[in-house]
């Protein structure tokens, strides 16, 4: 209504009319929410010299609506948010100070209708002057990068991380340096966060913190080795990524003053793989309410969890705002299954029993118990960070044997993982000890290799074609179609399909 009668609506515009949509920002329903944030976006189209007047108390409106939980909500605000900016150009940066933090903070936002619309956003707002106005209201946006890493939503936790990485590394050191250890302190608390993408965040921020600032992250290396060796071997693949990148951003840091830290680890890890104790099983439950009868089947090679499926409404969302968490569904070790077979399964007790097997979301760190070869596969990508190393260089080499022997270990269900993860560094490998050194050792890295190309699953045999292909460009294809026919000649067909990506 307002839009078609733009001007004409005025008349109507009473001080009664504007309290109530004041009230409906601040509405419990989130609907309800939304469509209050769109009347003002109509409204300051329609009759901007009148909203002007009320404009401050809208931008305290806005910046709550920009750290809604809900995304049509959040995105209603910043819709809201970028026609005040515009609209009241000559004086936007009176709303800085509230807006531009929370604008900053949604750039980095999980969701990507939200993300892309605040980016772009931004760059019509302030243009090239990013940096400087981020420096300007330095004050402001730490507060609120502060506040968001203990909120209740872990996509704006998760955000927040990221955000402070980009403090660290892309704005003026000057107007950064006094805000340096609070943020760094409430990133070192992240990486302890139940969800493990904020943890994950976390981690990788806090190695940017450490490249960026050395000398005032060294207090607070011990805490955090501690974290990352166990994010090592988590059984999040994700995290073991971001734990091997973050150390290299250590090891890069400090040099050699963690080589006697690191490198003992790292051939700890790389020798833990084998058997392991905890296999998962995939369990597909139905429970009948007259006989609560269960069946279940075993894993086959391609999946590393199991489910189990129960009736819906049996186990909630770990966390409200976890996209992983599905409802209905748990993760139980067979083990735990075995308890459950052996209780009461009368009716009043059942979908209790089963709720209190394992009821995590995916992205708690209890959903799956760790195994040995995940301490391994993050072992061997810590490897690939660690040849840009200089101070590390000359241990490569000497650590090519123990990642072989960690591949020649098949007697659990995931150890294809291990296999692709070791594809994936081994060019690295090869471009850090140099093409001389690395011949050497390259018929017996043949063996994993065509395994993981002959794999039935078409990524993993992706992996594999890949290495195979940048080991052809790194050799050269004549070299390595020699080697691989002295190797096997089974395999020579390999080489010319191989494309470089």
């Not at 300051?44 to 809208?58: W, Y």
């Not at 994700?238 to 680890?265: D, F, H, M, S, V």
């Not at 051939?267 to 084998?274: A, D, F, R, S």
């Not at 569904?329 to 052996?342: P, Q």
Request: hydrophobic content about 35%.
């Amino acid at each position: 209504m307002i839009e078609n009668l733009e001007c004409e609506f005025l008349p109507f515009m009473e001080p009664r009319l504007s309290k109530l949509i004041f009230q409906c920002l601040s509405h419990p329903v989130r609907y309800v929410r939304e469509v209050g944030f769109q009347i003002f976006t109509a409204l300051i189209v329609a009759a901007p010299e009148d909203v002007k007047e009320f404009a401050h108390q809208l931008s305290q409106c806005l910046a709550i609506g920009l750290s809604d939980n809900w995304n049509q909500v959040r995105i209603a605000a910043a819709i809201t948010t970028r026609r005040l900016l515009l609209t009241y150009s000559e004086s936007k940066e009176e709303f800085y100070p509230v807006l531009l933090p929370k604008l900053c903070l949604n750039r980095y936002y999980k969701s990507e209708g939200i993300r892309t619309y605040s980016q772009d956003s931004w760059r019509l707002i302030v243009g090239t002057e990013g940096r400087n106005l981020v420096a300007k209201y330095m004050d402001d946006i730490v507060k609120c990068y502060l506040s968001s890493t203990t909120s209740t939503n872990l996509a704006e936790r998760e955000a927040a991380c990221a955000c402070i990485s980009e403090l660290a590394t892309k704005i003026d050191q000057t107007a950064f340096l006094p805000h340096v250890i609070p943020l760094l302190e409430a990133l070192i608390s992240c990486t302890e966060n139940e969800s493990w993408s904020v943890r994950d965040a976390a981690c990788l921020a806090c190695g940017s913190f450490i490249m960026e600032h050395p000398t005032i992250s060294k207090p607070y290396l011990e805490g955090l080795y501690k974290i990352l060796f166990r994010n090592l071997g988590d059984p999040i693949q994700l995290l073991r990524q971001g734990a091997a990148t973050t150390l290299g951003n250590i090891a890069t840091a400090y040099g050699i003053e963690t080589l006697g830290i690191i490198l003992p680890k790292l051939i700890e890890g790389l020798t833990t793989v084998g058997s392991t104790k905890h296999q998962f099983t995939s369990i597909s439950t139905h429970i009948n309410p007259s006989s609560h009868a269960v069946t279940s089947t075993t894993l086959d090679g391609n999946h590393g969890h199991g489910h189990l499926v129960a009736d819906e409404g049996a186990c909630v969302q770990h966390d409200p705002q976890c996209e992983f968490a599905v409802p209905g569904k748990i993760l139980v070790t067979s083990e735990s299954l075995m308890r459950f077979l052996e209780g009461s399964t009368s009716s009043s007790t059942t979908t209790s029993n089963l709720h209190h097997i394992q009821s995590h979301c995916l992205c708690c760190r209890k959903s799956k118990l760790p195994q040995t070869w995940h301490l391994t596969d993050g072992s061997i990508y810590l490897v690939g960070t660690l040849t840009s190393v200089s101070e590390y260089k000359k241990d490569i080499e000497n650590l090519i044997p123990l990642m072989l022997q960690a591949t020649q270990e098949k007697s659990y269900l995931d150890h294809y993982i291990i296999h692709e993860t070791f594809c994936k560094i081994l060019p690295l490998v090869a471009k850090a000890i140099g093409k001389r050194t690395f011949k050497e050792s390259l018929q017996d890295l043949f063996e994993p290799i065509f395994y993981t190309i002959e794999s039935v699953n078409p990524m993993t045999s992706g992996i594999g074609k890949n290495c195979l292909g940048e080991l052809a460009e790194f050799l050269g294809p004549n070299i390595l179609r020699s080697r691989v026919e002295l190797y096997n000649p089974r395999f020579i067909h390999y080489v010319p399909e191989v494309r470089i990506q």
